[in-house]
């Protein structure tokens, strides 16, 4: 597949926003081209049950997608989660324990939420990208208020997507791009270790080949993402 506005391996515009609402203390707006993502951060006095008595916290995420993030409309979840969302919001909470030392905020649940505000593919990855920057952002001002004495981030992760589309490796998907891929992947980590790889056919067999392919151009690009994260911390903090 030709791309009219990006080599394959070119991501779409990044642009993260640090503070984009004034509470809570660790929210970001992330946007990947017309993606759109509100991410933030807060933290409760308590723990799931099982975890009471032992010390250690814990960290969830929920996601969800605002009626007109999509055309047509987007009905809300109301009574019951659809299992997509439940996918998804399971990815971003497993990629985030990933690099949190969960015993370094006590008895605390760090609850997560990101809605996205316009879709046009990768979500999940806009969103797993604009959460870890605003939990750094979120624990570093918990360290300096003295609220936590122990930074608890142990490592630093971003995300992308990209797939097969026509026989081409691309990377970074919009929604017309991932309906046509005949292999998609979500890729979780910091450009030399991995959180969590998502990859599924879609109709159709993939190569070990094009698996590496698709490992090796993400790769690359989550330092290009790193980068960014790093430079919307910088400004706000």
């Known amino acids: 597949m030709s791309r009219k506005n990006r ?3 070119e991501l779409r515009k990044i642009e993260i926003i640090p503070d984009f609402q004034g509470v809570p203390s ?12 509100l991410t933030s951060v807060g933290m409760d006095n308590f723990v799931p049950p099982y975890l009471r ?11 969800s997608i605002m009626p007109y993030a999509t055309v047509p409309r987007n009905r809300r979840e109301r009574e019951k ?3 997509r969302t439940q996918e998804i919001q399971r990815l971003i909470g497993r990629s985030l324990r990933c690099v949190t030392d969960l015993g370094a905020f006590g008895e605390k649940t760090v609850k997560v939420d990101c809605d996205v505000l316009q879709a046009d593919g990768g979500t999940r990855t806009a969103a797993i990208t604009g959460a870890f920057t605003a939990l750094y952002i979120f624990f570093k001002r918990c360290q300096k208020d003295r609220k936590i ?17 026509e ?13 046509m891929a005949s292999c998609d992947m979500n890729i ?5 270790n991995f959180a969590e790889i998502q990859s599924s056919g879609e109709e159709k067999l993939f190569t070990g080949a094009q698996f590496g392919k698709l490992t090796e151009l993400a790769s690359a690009a989550l330092g ?14």
């Not at 660790?26 to 993502?37: H, Q």
């Not at 008595?53 to 996601?63: F, H, I």
């Not at 979780?188 to 030399?192: I, Q, T």
């Open 26 to 37: 660790g929210v970001t707006l992330v946007s990947f081209g017309n993606t759109k993502v």
């Open 53 to 63: 008595g032992t010390g250690t916290g814990w960290l969830n995420a929920e996601y």
């Open 7 to 9: 080599k394959p391996d």
């Open 149 to 165: 004495f122990t930074f608890p981030l142990t490592g630093h992760i971003a995300a992308v997507s990209c797939g097969i589309v």
């Open 81 to 83: 989660i659809s299992g």
């Open 188 to 192: 979780v980590g910091d450009g030399k």
């Open 224 to 237: 290009d993402i790193i980068a960014i994260q790093n430079r919307a911390i910088k400004s706000a903090l």
């Open 167 to 179: 026989g081409e490796a691309l990377l970074d998907l919009n929604y017309e791009e991932d309906y």
